[in-house]
């Protein structure tokens, strides 16, 4: 894992940090998300007011999973310079590019119904942002709301959630016993490390470095793009297989209940069901599928 710098940067009047305690502070991590779905935290973003000409956002790149994660899945965060390796960037009374590519513009003509669709009655960006899962046309990064520190100790009953954050805390008595089987350890691994919460061994007392974690998240990315390989070139086969033999007729098309589809559809074209909720309740895995859907649904509904 390359170094990481505390400091490592021009400053100017838009990124040297404010002085003083902020009265209110929101924070959101953000998350590249690869073609399955899988989300992967590659940092956090704070926004820390101190009275009302005064503000500042600063994001923390979560490096230990950046630095293991393929361009396929993450190019960087639009408006910083990556290549700076800093611990935290600053940008100082003013809404950084990645905040203003994603939530609407205070003279968007339906500002308010956009506000209200989320429940709020004031204007405010980055709280939009953080109550919506709006993504930018130009990448796959998301923000959601971040929420304080918890510890989770595995072995005692105790089922990990799906929004594992940084800074929260994972115990094991031991990676052996992590699972019972290789694939629950892996699968049980990448939800963690990609997660970039802290693994706690007890066995050895100590917790895993950043340097640890980026290599085995690194090393499992790896081998689960080798045993995708292996599985689509055996799918491959098989079906050519049946082709000679007759037998192929095709893949099927997922049974959903076409109410059902309509009424989710409904609500997620008015943002009341983000996209996660929306593919879970019509039983759709697939984005491309969840969207193809919803295309059919919007001509089936257009007049003649």
């Given at each position: 894992m390359k170094s990481v710098f505390c400091e490592n940067q021009v400053k100017n009047i838009y990124t040297t940090p404010l002085d003083g305690i902020p009265y209110?502070?929101?924070?959101?991590?953000?998350?590249?998300?690869?073609?399955?779905?899988?989300?992967?935290?590659?940092?956090?973003?704070?926004?820390?007011?101190?009275?009302?000409?005064?503000?500042?956002?600063?994001?923390?790149?979560?490096?230990?999973?950046?630095?293991?994660?393929?361009?396929?899945?993450?190019?960087?965060?639009?408006?910083?310079?990556?290549?700076?390796?800093?611990?935290?960037?600053?940008?100082?009374?003013?809404?950084?590019?990645?905040?203003?590519?994603?939530?609407?513009?205070?003279?968007?003509?339906?500002?308010?119904?956009?506000?209200?669709?989320?429940?709020?009655?004031?204007?405010?960006?980055?709280?939009?942002?953080?109550?919506?899962d709006m993504r930018c046309g130009t990448d796959q990064l998301i923000v959601e709301r971040a929420v304080e520190p918890r510890c989770f100790v595995i072995g005692e009953g105790c089922l990990l959630p799906d929004d594992l954050q940084p800074g929260d805390r994972v115990e094991m008595k031991s990676m052996r016993e992590m699972a019972d089987t290789n694939r629950q350890l892996r699968l049980l691994l990448m939800q963690v490390l990609r997660s970039g919460a802290q693994i706690w061994d007890q066995s050895e007392e100590r917790k895993l470095s950043k340097e640890e974690c980026s290599i085995l998240l690194k090393l499992l990315l790896v081998q689960g793009e080798l045993e995708g390989r292996h599985n689509r070139e055996q799918r491959a086969e098989g079906i050519e297989r049946a082709k000679q033999e007759g037998k192929y007729t095709g893949r099927k098309r997922i049974a959903v209940d076409w109410n059902l589809l309509r009424q989710v559809s409904e609500e997620f074209e008015q943002k009341k069901v983000t996209e996660e909720e929306a593919m879970k309740r019509t039983g759709i895995s697939s984005r491309s599928t969840f969207y193809r859907r919803l295309k059919e649904v919007r001509e089936q509904e257009l007049p003649d």
């Open positions: 209110n502070r929101s924070s959101g991590i953000i998350y590249a998300v690869d073609q399955h779905g899988c989300r992967y935290a590659v940092g956090q973003v704070d926004l820390e007011r101190f009275d009302e000409q005064n503000f500042q956002y600063i994001f923390s790149p979560e490096w230990s999973v950046i630095d293991a994660l393929p361009a396929s899945i993450f190019q960087g965060i639009p408006g910083l310079d990556m290549s700076l390796r800093l611990e935290r960037y600053y940008r100082v009374n003013m809404t950084p590019h990645f905040i203003l590519e994603r939530t609407p513009g205070e003279g968007r003509e339906d500002l308010w119904e956009l506000l209200e669709a989320v429940g709020l009655d004031y204007y405010d960006r980055f709280e939009w942002l953080l109550r919506t």
